[in-house]
Every structure is written in structure tokens, then in C-alpha cells.
């Protein structure tokens, strides 16, 4: 089974996030509504801690979690792209079509566009939650 069947059929997975143990993983947007159990999935990956968006340390990767209403997608991958390392991916996680929260994938890939960055892909990540790989242009 795919991690993305894996995630819908019995609960999250972070395997295809690409992450690994030993990178640095920064979050933004956490709220008593994210899928604690795919936090934990990526830690668990990372062997570490998620580090806070007040972090100024360089990070490999960075967790967004975005919801309709949460503000201006677009200054928020810039926010983003303060601390990560060249070539590092941002993942924003969102709630699932049908979710109170959803956001449009076209809402996505224009504030990537603004943002400097490009959609990479797709994973479902939990029963709740999909997530949308972003990187630069020069990645």
C-alpha cells in the first residue's frame, strides 16, 4: 500500500514527506485543530522536535499548516522562506477537500507563484489533512 492509501486507511504518515533523521524541520501555523499524530509521525522521521516559526535556526524543510481565513497565503511562504536552507522544501498542510478550512489548490499554486516557489506535488498525510510540496524555482 502507498503512503497516501496508508494515511487515509489507518491514520497519518510522514514517509512521503522525504524527510529524514537529522534534518531540521521548521512549523508554522500550528492550532489545537493539526493532526497530532502526523506531528509525531515527523518527528519520529527527523528525530527531533519540530522547531517554532520564532526559530533562527537554518532548517532543512518547513511545515506549514494553512487554513481558509488564516491571512495572506502568499506573505506567509515568505515568512517561510526566511530560515530555509536552499533548496529546502515547504510543505502546506491543509485541510482535505470537504473540511471546514479547505483551500482551493489554485489558491496554492498562485501564492507559490508570488512566493518565488513552484508546486512540486501532492500527499494525503492523515484523514484529515493534504499537504502540497512547494520549492524554488532553482531547485
Known sequence: M??????????PTAE???????????????DD??????RDAIEDLIDADLEDEDSQEMV????????????????????CLGM???????????PKAGRDGHVLPAEIDEAASTSGLRTMG???????WSG????????
Open 2 to 11: 502507498s503512503p497516501s492509501a496508508d494515511a487515509t486507511a489507518s491514520g
Open 16 to 30: 512521503g514527506l522525504g524527510l529524514s533523521k537529522g534534518q531540521v524541520v521548521q512549523e508554522f501555523g500550528y
Open 33 to 38: 485543530d493539526v493532526d497530532l499524530g502526523l
Open 60 to 79: 532543512d524543510a518547513v511545515v506549514l499548516w494553512w487554513r481558509e481565513g488564516d491571512g495572506d497565503l502568499t506573505d506567509a511562504l515568505v515568512d
Open 84 to 94: 530555509l536552507s536552499p533548496g529546502g522544501p515547504i510543505w502546506v498542510i491543509t
Open 122 to 128: 501532492n500527499q494525503n498525510l492523515a484523514p484529515e
Open 132 to 139: 502540497t510540496r512547494l520549492a524554488s524555482r532553482q531547485a
